[in-house]
């Protein structure tokens, strides 16, 4: 399913607004304002019309739509050179990791 994030785990999809769940760091991205407002393609299970439960992070289901390309959602410590999936402080250093879309995902 493609479409624009909104805030509030919302899809604006040609179809309509589709509410969006998922795991732990899944919602992370999600409610990260980085990624608010971006285009995304999601891979997941419609439960309930208007509804969708994404696939869990490690499936990879989750993609930014930009200049004609998917690309992967990760996240980069430039400091200890560490890739994670979700917002929030480097396992490492603790700094905050800066949002990298990529086409490798690792
Ligand atoms: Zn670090």
């Not at 490690?58 to 990760?74: E, P, S």
């Not at 410590?77 to 700094?95: F, K, V």
């Amino acid at each position: 399913m493609r479409g624009k994030l909104l805030a509030g785990q919302l899809l604006e999809a040609a179809s309509g607004p589709v509410r969006l769940s998922g795991d732990e760091p899944t919602r992370g991205v999600l409610n990260d304002p980085r990624v608010i407002g971006l285009e995304l393609e999601l891979i997941g299970q419609s439960r309930a019309p208007g509804s969708l439960e994404i696939d869990p992070i490690h499936k990879k289901a989750l993609y930014a739509l930009k200049d004609g390309k998917r690309l992967f959602v990760t996240y980069w410590c430039d400091i200890c050179s560490i890739r994670t999936y979700t917002p929030g402080q480097c396992w490492c250093c603790q700094e905050q990791t800066e949002l990298d879309l990529r086409e490798r995902y690792d």
